[in-house]
């Protein structure tokens, strides 16, 4: 293939490093939410003139929310890049982005909706809109690339 920028004598150890930096985002990502929700909690116990502190908390983790989930898409491209030069599947990789698509992409928007009486996450819910598809692309092509083995 013309896009192939690997070798694929050691593609055992490539799906293991791209395994391993998808687990640590969706890792990472699942803590940002986790503190997002501690976030707003407090936000909403607190009187008005002492909110706009925990805004800018809020504000900044969105963002960190933001680079997990750009760490899980670049994964996600790196797993498909890897199927389909080397046609090797990985069942752990792809279980990480199934965890993506059924339950961390539910929370983040569940909770980026919550925080949007607080901040604008617009762009945020059109990323998790992005990510989503492409990894739901990326399982369907994968599967149509390699059979997995019996």
Same mark, same amino acid.
């Given at each position: 293939?013309?896009?192939?920028?690997?070798?694929?004598?050691?593609?055992? @150890?490539?799906?293991?490093?791209?395994?391993?930096?998808?687990?640590?985002?969706?890792?990472?990502?699942? %803590?940002?939410?986790?503190?997002?929700?501690?976030?707003?909690?407090?936000?909403? /116990?607190?009187?008005?003139? @002492?909110?706009?502190?925990?805004?800018?908390? =809020?504000?900044?983790?969105?963002?960190?929310?933001? /680079?997990?989930?750009?760490?899980? @898409?670049?994964?996600?491209?790196?797993?498909?890049?890897?199927?389909?030069?080397?046609?090797?599947?990985? %069942?752990?990789?792809?279980?990480?982005? *199934?965890?993506?698509?059924?339950? *961390?992409?539910?929370? @983040?928007?569940?909770?980026?909706?919550?925080?949007? #009486?607080?901040?604008? =996450?617009?762009?945020?819910?059109?990323?998790?809109? #992005?990510?989503?598809?492409?990894?739901?692309? =990326?399982?369907?092509? =994968?599967?149509?690339?390699?059979?997995? *083995?019996?």
């Amino acid at each position: 293939m013309s896009d192939c920028r690997v070798n694929c004598s050691n593609i055992t @150890e490539l799906l293991q490093f791209n395994v391993s930096r998808a687990a640590q985002a969706l890792q990472e990502h699942a %803590d940002l939410l986790e503190r997002m929700r501690g976030q707003l909690n407090q936000y909403v /116990s607190l009187r008005d003139e @002492e909110r706009e502190g925990m805004v800018e908390q =809020v504000e900044d983790t969105i963002k960190s929310i933001r /680079s997990a989930r750009e760490g899980v @898409e670049k994964a996600a491209r790196e797993y498909e890049m890897l199927v389909g030069c080397c046609l090797a599947r990985d %069942d752990y990789m792809e279980a990480l982005l *199934g965890y993506y698509l059924m339950a *961390g992409s539910r929370r @983040e928007r569940e909770l980026l909706s919550a925080a949007s #009486r607080v901040v604008d =996450v617009s762009e945020d819910i059109d990323g998790i809109g #992005r990510v989503t598809r492409l990894i739901q692309e =990326v399982l369907v092509s =994968v599967s149509s690339k390699v059979r997995r *083995g019996g």
